[in-house]
């Protein structure tokens, strides 16, 4: 009995170690990460306007650890050419306009809102009906709960999956941009539509990133966990873009170009 005590004590000891060193790794990372993007922050810096533009797609910005502030990624050109290709099918301007003229003016949000909405009621559904979307939202809504401290209230206002789209028209239109597909005044087009569209729907950055998270869920069948400490970080953190801007833009647009 004794021996096994001291297994079961050394296999503990191994574990809570390999724990510290997971999460030390971990805070390297993301220091590095914040260094390089601060780094490209001066080196590419933009005016606030265009900054608070941009924030409308701060969620998939930092999930893919690029500065939510600037157009230019660390990224390099051929893997973001091939991303966008074998995600997307983007592969020349006219299937990058097809594709943020489809975000913008229908997206996912055409066919799942009535599924949120329907979620939201209580109603269920099969798999053969929906897929693991049921499965996904009521994840996401627990996780987003539990994690960010959000309540049922949090959730009342939210019948629409639209930040999902616009969040990602931002992100397409700018690597639509880096590569070539679009010019800069055609990116910053789009990026503005979509941040007008979202200034317009959306009363706080919270309502946006929950509507995010749950088109993730119910649209794309995903796990929002990959995606729930950057919005953890844009809504708390005081120097975070989403901190910076408010949801809001005014109404009169300012000239982007």
Not at 50 to 73: D, M, T
Not at 87 to 107: H, K, P, R
Not at 230 to 246: A, H, M, P, T, V
Request: proline fraction near 1%; aromatic fraction near 10%.
């Amino acid at each position: 009995m004794k021996t096994l005590l001291i297994i079961v004590g050394i296999i503990a000891a191994i574990v809570i170690l390999l724990i510290i060193g997971l999460i030390t790794a971990s805070k390297r990372i993301e220091k590095k990460n914040k260094k390089l993007r601060e780094e490209m922050e001066m080196a590419n810096t933009l005016p606030k306007e265009k900054q608070h533009l941009l924030a409308y797609g701060a969620n998939l910005s930092l999930y893919r650890s690029e500065s939510p502030r600037i157009l230019a990624v660390k990224v390099d050109y051929e893997t973001l050419k091939e991303g966008l290709s074998a995600s997307w099918d983007v592969s020349n301007t006219e299937e990058a306009v097809q594709t943020l003229e489809w975000l913008l003016t229908e997206g996912h949000r055409t066919r799942y809102d009535q599924l949120l909405i329907a979620l939201k009621a209580g109603q269920t559904f099969t798999e053969d009906e929906v897929g693991k979307s049921q499965e996904c939202y009521e994840t996401a809504q627990e996780v987003i709960m539990k994690k960010l401290s959000f309540t049922t209230s949090d959730f009342d206002q939210i019948d629409t999956i639209a930040a999902w789209d616009f969040d990602r028209a931002v992100n397409i239109a700018r690597w639509s941009y880096i590569l070539g597909y679009l010019t800069e005044e055609q990116a910053w087009g789009y990026i503005e539509r979509a941040a007008d569209a979202a200034s317009q729907l959306f009363e706080s950055w919270k309502d946006y990133f929950i509507s995010f998270a749950f088109g993730r869920a119910i649209a794309y069948e995903g796990d929002i966990y990959d995606i729930l400490w950057n919005g953890q970080k844009l809504l708390n953190e005081k120097d975070s873009i989403w901190n910076e801007f408010s949801i809001k833009r005014s109404k009169t647009k300012s000239q982007v170009i």
